[in-house]
Antibody, heavy 121, light 106 residues
Framework: EVQLVESGGGLVQPGGSLRLSCAASGFTFSAYDMNWIRQAPGRGLEWVSYIRRSSSTIYYADSVKGRFTTSRDNAKNSLYLQLNNLRAEDTAVYYC??????????????WGQGILVTVAS | DIQMTQSPSTLSASVGDRVTITCQASQSVTRWLAWFQQKPGRAPKLLVYKASILESGVPSRFSGSGSGTEFTLTISSLRPDDFATYYCQQYHTFWTFGQGTTVEMK
């Protein structure tokens, strides 16, 4: 069974940093591209970042470019999101999501349960 | 960037009703359009991809249609489990979601 479990969220002050992790199991992690998506409280979904299976290509939404860094460790079946210089508007539930293959190419077919990041003083 | 606009934002309906949600893209996404269902406190669940292909395990009362810039998600006969928020998403150029449509009980 595919499982994605986020951790590392919490309360942080504006300007602070946080590192999110996403532990993957139930599939060959190194064979899949991965993404981060976030959802501000009571709001819609916003794609945040993409990382290719080999880490050779990484993309970011303009709203986080230069502040967030995505990485992965295929040996540990883990995805990471380093959040720096955090702002109040970064407050959200952060989801990691797997991009499928074949018919599901470029699709977010499995999601984690999400982890809350709150930026406030 | 491709913008996705859903309508309506909220829809009041009763069990058994036929429900239609529309999604408009700011430029053509051909058929690279997905629909997700989200319930409070839960991650989104993939319902439809490539505009009209039902994800495995999704009930047949759900259907998607459209291409280019205009898309619809239809629930043929609303069930109690279908009260939720629905999002369209383009995956033609990066990924963009609509703002969501909440289907609430009338």
């Amino acid at each position: 069974e595919v499982q994605l479990v986020e951790s590392g969220g919490g309360l942080v002050q504006p300007g602070g940093s946080l590192r999110l992790s996403c532990a993957a199991s139930g599939f060959t992690f190194s064979a899949y591209d991965m993404n981060w998506i976030r959802q501000a409280p009571g709001r819609g979904l916003e794609w945040v970042s993409y990382i290719r299976r080999s880490s050779s290509t990484i993309y970011y939404a303009d709203s986080v470019k230069g502040r967030f860094t995505t990485s992965r460790d295929n040996a540990k079946n883990s995805l990471y999101l380093q959040l720096n210089n955090l702002r109040a508007e970064d407050t959200a539930v952060y989801y990691c999501a797997r991009e499928g293959s074949g018919d599901h190419d470029n699709l977010f077919d499995y999601w984690g349960q999400g982890i809350l990041v709150t930026v406030a003083s | 960037d491709i913008q996705m606009t859903q309508s309506p934002s909220t829809l009041s309906a009763s069990v058994g009703d036929r429900v239609t949600i529309t999604c408009q893209a700011s430029q053509s996404v051909t058929r690279w359009l997905a629909w997700f269902q989200q319930k409070p406190g839960r991650a989104p669940k993939l319902l439809v991809y490539k505009a009209s292909i039902l994800e495995s395990g999704v009930p047949s009362r759900f259907s998607g249609s459209g291409s280019g810039t205009e898309f619809t998600l239809t629930i043929s006969s609303l069930r109690p489990d279908d009260f939720a928020t629905y999002y369209c998403q383009q995956y033609h150029t990066f990924w963009t979601f609509g703002q969501g449509t909440t289907v609430e009980m009338k």
